[in-house]
């Protein structure tokens, strides 16, 4: 099944506002589609720390649907991504791990909670404006990377399942961003150069720090280096991932060689920031790592020991891996090349060529020697 078009009648769009979204419904109702847009509020504008950018895509969403022909309306799934979304990122924050709320909100908003909407509105499908591609293989959908390598949103779709890939349909998998910009051009959009969104959704454009203070109290402790010299203080582990260098306060110490210090540890219990020097320490690099939460697009789990690639964070070139499971639901990942800065909670994404298999939550590094580097807290 090609994604630019699918079999069916009638096809609802997610409108964020973005050029993307646009595209896609524009393409979509030139090839003859029965469309509409919705536009979904996904946070509680009633909030004050609501971000106010969500009125200006909201406007940008209609001036656009307008433009096409197409009625929009406005659909509020904020309940949907507070129970679903919201708090399972303050939670993972809380253990001192990394979310990926973008990967969750696919699966629980967008193709969960919208999807149902959609179909009881007697829709047969939804479409969003991500580059990605479907296809139908031998009886299953399988989810295959964006043509454009540069934009190639795969990474953040591989919970999607069977079911939802069957109603669900990406116009854009086989363009490129410079053509999706011309088409918005030549439609008269007046978002065709707008800026693409960046960062969490419901944070917008306010700093994140304070954003994170307001639902979690920070509490201040030791930067430590490994061999337990105290260093520093850091204002709140949750402010804090590993790989990180910036925001880290001790740099330019005379004691110091002029090689900038880099997060590899983070200790709940104790409140501990455990850093190195130098982009190249050994301590930022394991050859593995354990994972939870597997999903398998095609419903059904491969032959072991599997010889794959994975991208262990978004726009990373696929890394050549070996994945097993080792019980109680971990599989173990070893890759034939060191990785650098394996963060807990973020999501490891696994493929065969262009063809997305599925992918997991990270639970912790394992180092070069065979012994597991707990950097996610029990």
């Known amino acids: ?34 469309v509409s847009g919705v536009f979904m509020q996904n946070w509680d ?3 004050p720390e609501g971000p106010c950018q969500a009125e200006i895509d909201a406007h940008d969403a209609l001036a656009v649907c307008d433009k ?68 139908r293989h031998q009886g299953v959908f399988q989810l295959l990377k964006g043509c454009d390598a540069n934009k190639d949103q795969s990474y953040f779709l591989y919970t999607l399942g069977q079911s939802q890939l069957a109603r669900a349909c990406f116009p854009l998998g086989e363009y490129e961003k410079v053509e999706v910009r011309k088409i918005a051009l030549e439609a008269g959009f007046p978002n065709h150069e707008k800026k693409d969104s960046t960062g969490i959704c419901f944070i917008g454009e306010r700093k994140f720090k304070a954003f994170l203070e ?26 804090h991932t590993i790989g990180q260098r910036k925001g880290l306060g001790i740099g330019g110490r005379q004691e110091d060689d002029g090689e900038p210090w880099y997060v590899v540890a983070k200790d709940v219990s104790q409140n501990i920031l455990t850093v190195v020097q130098g982009n190249h320490h050994p301590l930022l690099y394991n050859r593995g790592l354990m994972a939870l939460d597997i999903h398998w697009i095609s419903g059904q789990e491969p032959l072991f020991p599997l010889e794959v690639s994975a991208k262990i964070r978004y726009r990373q070139p696929d890394q050549n891996c070996t994945v097993e499971p080792v019980g109680d639901g971990k599989y173990l990942v070893t890759f034939r090349e060191m990785q650098r800065a394996i963060a807990p909670g973020q999501s490891i994404v696994f493929y065969q060529d262009e063809v997305c298999l599925g ?10 020697e065979k012994q597991m580097l707990e950097v996610s807290i029990d």
């Open 45 to 47: 504008e009633k909030d």
């Open 214 to 239: 307001h639902y979690l109290p920070a509490r201040k402790g030791d930067i430590k280096t490994p061999q337990g010299e105290v260093i520093g203080v850091h204002e709140g582990l949750m402010f």
């Open 68 to 135: 096409i022909g197409i009625s929009l309306d406005a659909v509020s799934f904020a309940s949907e991504y507070w129970d679903k979304v919201f708090t399972y990122f303050l939670d993972e924050y809380r253990s001192g791990r990394t979310p990926n709320p973008d990967i969750l909100c696919n699966k629980e908003i967008k193709f969960r909670a919208f999807l149902d909407y959609a179909l009881a509105q007697g829709a047969e499908s939804i479409a969003t404006g991500h580059y990605a591609r479907i296809r």
């Open 359 to 368: 992918g997991g939550i990270i639970d912790c590094a394992k180092n070069n």
């Open 1 to 34: 099944m090609s994604s630019k078009g699918v079999s069916r009648d009638r096809i609802i769009v997610g409108m964020s506002g973005g050029v993307d979204s646009s595209v896609a419904a524009l393409l979509l109702k030139q090839q003859g589609y029965d």
